[in-house]
T-cell receptor, first 112, second 111 residues
Framework: GENVEQHPSTLSVQEGDSAVIKCTYS??????FPWYKQELGKRPQLIID?????GEKKDQRIAVTLNKTAKHFSLHITETQPEDSAVYFC???????????FGKGTMLLVSP | DGGITQSPKYLFRKEGQNVTLSCEQN?????MYWYRQDPGQGLRLIYY???????QKGDIAEGYSVSREKKESFPLTVTSAQKNPTAFYLC??????????FGPGTRLTVL
């Protein structure tokens, strides 16, 4: 089955810096890659996703890039703010009603 | 997100006791999922259902059971066979576009 590796497990940055979280996946059939943000004690919330027919997607300060050849995808957050502090999860799926396989998460801490 | 509810928010279980966690959605989603979250472990899939009256085991189904009698509801029972049930349990639902939306979660503690 699918295996998703996520790095780093923790990431500390200063406010205003950029943050990058990387994930690799094993199943070349995977074609859907969402990113979730989870604040302490809360539900994961979808912040951005990308499908395999595009290489990059942006939404204001957040962007995701996908390299299908290398089987990795990354989350980029620019101009970080303290409210970006949370745990971020990547996931991969072959689409349709198939299940998501999640990475183990990255705890991002943005210091003022 | 607001269309998926879970209850209770906190649940305490005694040794040898079965407990049932509720998950309801009004998003008209066909698929529903149950995940378990432990610190540092990410989200692990327990069971999922793509259609009413049908469900499949996920990666860690042992000690759990589910039912899907209605499209809107997907309750999870944590049985006494689950030896380490203390965790945060998350329910999710999706359409065939695969985007999953999560409920607020139930925190289960074994006393």
């Amino acid at each position: 089955g699918e295996n998703v590796e996520q790095h780093p497990s923790t990431l500390s940055v200063q406010e205003g810096d950029s943050a990058v979280i990387k994930c690799t996946y094993s199943d070349s059939a995977s074609n859907y890659f969402p990113w979730y943000k989870q604040e302490l004690g809360k539900r994961p919330q979808l912040i951005i996703d990308i499908r395999s027919n595009v290489g990059e997607k942006k939404d204001q300060r957040i962007a995701v890039t996908l390299n299908k050849t290398a089987k990795h995808f990354s989350l980029h957050i620019t101009e970080t703010q303290p409210e970006d502090s949370a745990v971020y999860f990547c996931a991969a799926s072959i689409g349709g009603y198939s299940t998501l396989t999640f990475g183990k998460g990255t705890m991002l801490l943005v210091s003022p | 997100d607001g269309g998926i509810t879970q209850s209770p928010k906190y649940l305490f279980r005694k040794e040898g006791q079965n407990v049932t966690l509720s998950c309801e959605q009004n998003l008209n989603h066909d698929a529903m999922y149950w995940y378990r979250q432990d610190p540092g472990q990410g989200l692990r899939l327990i069971y999922y259902s793509q259609i009413v009256n049908d469900f499949q085991k996920g990666d860690i189904a042992e000690g759990y059971s589910v039912s899907r009698e209605k499209k809107e509801s997907f309750p999870l029972t944590v049985t006494s066979a689950q030896k380490n049930p203390t965790a945060f349990y998350l329910c999710a639902s999706s359409t065939d576009h695969n985007t999953q939306y999560f409920g607020p979660g139930t925190r289960l503690t074994v006393l």
